[in-house]
């Protein structure tokens, strides 16, 4: 069984560019969540994925957007990157839309913003 | 955002003692989940709770669904090194439209040999 994985690992960009990171999901899994992770802090939801449509977003802003492909995988794109984006930011599948709660993370992407 | 209050922040214990932390929120939920997340990882499910009141062992964990559905307890028996990482607590109420989990800040547990 394969987990979920994420790329890239790490990446560096500068104020007001655009990012984009990428997520397959654990395979037999159709739903994937985005999480945003501060330094010492706990994940915070961003959005859900489900059946290619955005199926619940947490307080971001519109500058944070996603796409699900029907082959479940994801893409998390921000937009205007501002300092406080810094972040390891998280991805998570799971099955069957908001049915279950038992959501499996892949390692992380460590985004800096200079 | 919201996210739950854990305790404590962090502890430094004995390795083979026991350890104790929870995790309160004001509002209720149907689900508790415990993760553990080491550095330079993502969070590691270790436990799912499901029903208020339920206690559910996985190995030396064990963790509780309070009765109140507001706090969940995780316990850790006879702690060994490699126990060390970030403990968070996440809250969710599954059957909505939406999938979201609540985290808490998380416990940071200290194994000394």
């Known amino acids: 069984e394969t987990g979920v994985t994420q790329s890239p690992t790490h990446l560096i960009k500068t104020r007001g560019q655009q990012v984009t990171l990428r997520c397959s999901s654990q395979?037999?899994?159709?739903?994937v969540s985005w999480y945003q992770q501060a330094l010492g802090q706990g994940p915070q939801f961003i959005f859900q994925?489900?059946?290619?449509?955005?199926?619940g977003r947490g307080n971001f802003p519109p500058r944070f957007s996603g796409l699900q492909f029907p082959n479940y995988s994801s893409e998390l794109n921000v937009n205007a990157l501002e300092l406080d984006d810094s972040a390891l930011y998280l991805c998570?599948?799971?099955?069957?839309?908001?049915?279950?709660?038992?959501?499996?993370f892949g390692p992380g992407t460590r985004l800096t913003v200079t | 955002g919201q996210q739950l209050n854990q305790s404590p922040q962090s502890m430094f214990i004995q390795e083979g003692e026991d350890v104790s932390m929870n995790c309160t929120s004001s509002?209720?939920?149907?689900?508790w989940l415990w993760y553990k997340q080491e550095p330079g990882e993502g969070p590691v499910l270790l436990i799912a709770?499901?029903?208020?009141?339920e206690l559910t062992s996985n190995g030396r964990l064990t963790a509780q669904f309070g009765i109140t559905r507001k706090d969940s307890f995780l316990n850790i028996s006879a702690s060994i090194p490699s126990d060390v990482g970030i403990y968070f607590c996440?809250?969710?109420?599954?059957?909505?439209?939406?999938?979201?989990?609540?985290f808490g800040k998380g416990t940071k547990l200290s194994v000394k040999p």
């Open positions: 994925y489900y059946r290619e449509e955005e199926n």
């Open positions: 509002s209720i939920f149907n689900t």
């Open positions: 395979s037999g899994h159709n739903t």
């Open positions: 996440a809250g969710g109420n599954y059957g909505g439209s939406q999938g979201n989990l609540i």
């Open positions: 998570a599948s799971s099955s069957t839309g908001g049915q279950s709660y038992e959501q499996y």
């Open positions: 709770l499901y029903k208020a009141g």
